[in-house]
């Protein structure tokens, strides 16, 4: 088994910046990518970003192209999410996500994924 535990959510205006975290602990043995993901009421969870094991592979779902980064560091078993330039439709609840899964296409779908934290309230205003 493997534990998720994020921080960091909360109210921003528009044009803010907010920093999740997401700390892994229990069955962390080999290699995982951490992603996270968002979902609104009434919509589908939605793809936000995911890095590689190794850190040196991220990926970015279109709507947080060039505004968000993800970040891992693997000693403290722990992803980030820094969050800037943010929008009022960036408000959600979000997830972070492990998967043991390694075809990067699988990255995408929260169906891939094993694992989840209990998620973080991000509530942006404009």
């Known amino acids: 088994q493997v534990q998720l535990v994020e921080s960091g959510g909360g109210s921003v205006q528009a044009g803010g910046s907010l920093r999740l975290s997401c700390a892994a602990s229990?069955?962390?043995?080999?290699?995982?990518?951490m992603g996270w993901f968002r979902q609104s009421p009434g919509k589908e969870r939605e793809f936000v970003a995911a890095?590689?094991?190794?850190?040196?592979?991220?990926y970015y779902g279109d709507s947080v192209k060039g505004r968000f980064t993800i970040s891992r560091d693997i000693a403290k078993r722990t992803v980030h999410l820094q969050m800037n330039s943010l929008k009022p439709e960036d408000t959600a609840v979000y997830y972070c996500?492990?998967?043991?899964?390694?075809?990067?296409?699988?990255?995408?779908?929260?169906?891939?994924?094993?694992?989840w934290g209990q998620g973080t309230q991000v509530t942006v205003s404009s």
């Open positions: 229990g069955r962390t043995l080999g290699s995982y990518t």
């Open positions: 890095v590689s094991w190794s850190g040196g592979s991220v």
């Open positions: 996500a492990v998967t043991f899964q390694s075809y990067s296409g699988s990255f995408y779908s929260s169906a891939n994924y094993g694992y």
